[in-house]
């Protein structure tokens, strides 16, 4: 394999963990305001577990209520960027910037809808 050949590789690879670390870490504090902000017995995957619950510190505060839907579409969007990637073998930076423009449009207009018919 040529030098430029490797290079290729090394930067596709590189690319890959790039969108693979952003998908995880969305996730991640998506689920850390499930953790740290929420009552456990109305989250499904924590309901067992809420007698271990320590003391909410709303360390999200108004954020709380709405992140996680942001931070999982974001992230699930970036997964299938991932998927196309390695199935097209091309990424476009812009990509990112559409999705991230995207889903902060979609939780806008949530929050806003939201708001009214409260």
């Known amino acids: 394999m040529s030098v430029s050949g490797q290079m290729q590789v090394a930067d596709r690879s590189a690319t890959e963990a790039r969108l693979a670390g952003t998908a995880v870490v969305a996730l991640a504090v998506g689920a850390s305001v499930y953790l740290l902000d929420r009552d456990w017995m109305s989250t499904l995957f924590l309901g067992a577990f809420a007698g271990w619950q320590p003391a909410s510190h709303a360390v999200f505060a108004a954020l709380g209520a709405t992140l996680p839907s942001f ?21 476009d930076p812009a990509d990112l910037w559409a999705t991230a423009f995207g889903c902060a449009t979609g939780w806008v207009i949530t929050n806003a809808f939201t708001r009214r018919l409260s």
Not at 82 to 91: D, H, I, M, P, V
Request: proline share 0%; net charge neutral; aromatic share 24%.
């Open 71 to 91: 931070l999982h579409a974001y992230a699930f969007t970036v997964l299938l960027v991932l998927a196309l990637y390695a199935w097209r073998g091309e990424f």
